[in-house]
């Protein structure tokens, strides 16, 4: 049974990104602003996943409350959850704030949770709005979708798919090619791509990484995207994290 969010769950009204930070891989930055709640777990259709033998299949959740608080829930997990050095109780929400750290289990991945204060919350938009803006600062948001392709010298060499990812960097360029060649063609759908090929955690959602702004991406994604037009579909982009497709979707 997948998790139920409590009823007080409700869309974002703060922006908040989840950092996860792998020991000697680095730090990657997640958005967890799009949605009302966050699956952590070892489970391939987790929004955040986990491989480590230690981790529940359905491990944690990260909730949004209608209030503009954020909350860390143990799902009840069998090595527990542990903010900030201590373990939480499960089923029972605790508040995460700016800068707090937690674990899963005994993993060694450290998440890391950055986000707005209360005082700082925005007013919950439209994306229709997000894309508007205020005057003066039009087109400072877009939406896209993208497929990525980790290979062995990516920032975090494993994904959803696979644990380890050993293929080189111009396997990975080869691959996406392909993938471009099958949609221009029409020989394949983008999303359908992305939902089974991609190594990123947005492959469940069809690709989809929602609305986002100038310093929200890595450079090298974020000036491809913003170059293209809606609807258009990117040459081979090359970032910290492997090699993307990227569709501007808005």
């Not at 930070?21 to 070892?42: F, H, N, T």
Request: aromatic share 6%.
């Amino acid at each position: 049974m997948g998790f139920e969010p409590p009823p007080w769950a409700s869309q974002p009204c703060r922006i908040a990104t989840l950092e996860v930070c792998v020991p000697g891989a680095g730090a990657e930055a997640l958005p967890i602003d799009q949605k009302s709640y966050y699956v952590l777990g070892r489970e391939p259709g987790s929004d955040v996943v986990n491989g480590d033998e230690t981790v529940s299949k359905l491990h944690a959740a990260i909730v949004h409350h209608e209030d503009g608080r954020l909350f860390l829930i143990d799902l009840k997990s069998t090595h527990g959850t542990h903010l900030g050095g201590s373990k939480i109780p499960g089923h029972k929400p605790t508040l995460l704030k700016d800068k707090m750290e937690f674990r899963l289990g005994q993993s060694s991945v450290q998440y890391r949770v950055r986000c707005e204060s209360s005082a700082e919350k925005r007013r919950a938009t439209s994306l229709e709005e997000q894309l508007a803006g205020s005057k003066g600062h039009q087109s400072m948001c877009v939406q896209a979708s993208h497929i990525l392709v980790k290979h062995k010298d990516s920032r975090r060499p494993k994904s959803w798919k696979s644990p380890v990812i050993m293929r080189t960097q111009e396997e990975a360029m080869e691959i996406i090619k392909g993938f471009r060649e099958l949609i221009v063609n029409g020989q394949a759908d983008f999303k359908e791509i992305a939902s089974t090929e991609s190594d990123c955690s947005s492959a469940r959602r069809g690709g989809d990484l929602g609305p986002f702004g100038p310093g929200q991406m890595q450079k090298a994604f974020e000036d491809a995207t913003f170059a293209l037009e809606v609807n258009e579909l990117s040459q081979p982009v090359i970032s910290d994290s492997g090699v993307h497709l990227i569709l501007r979707t808005a």
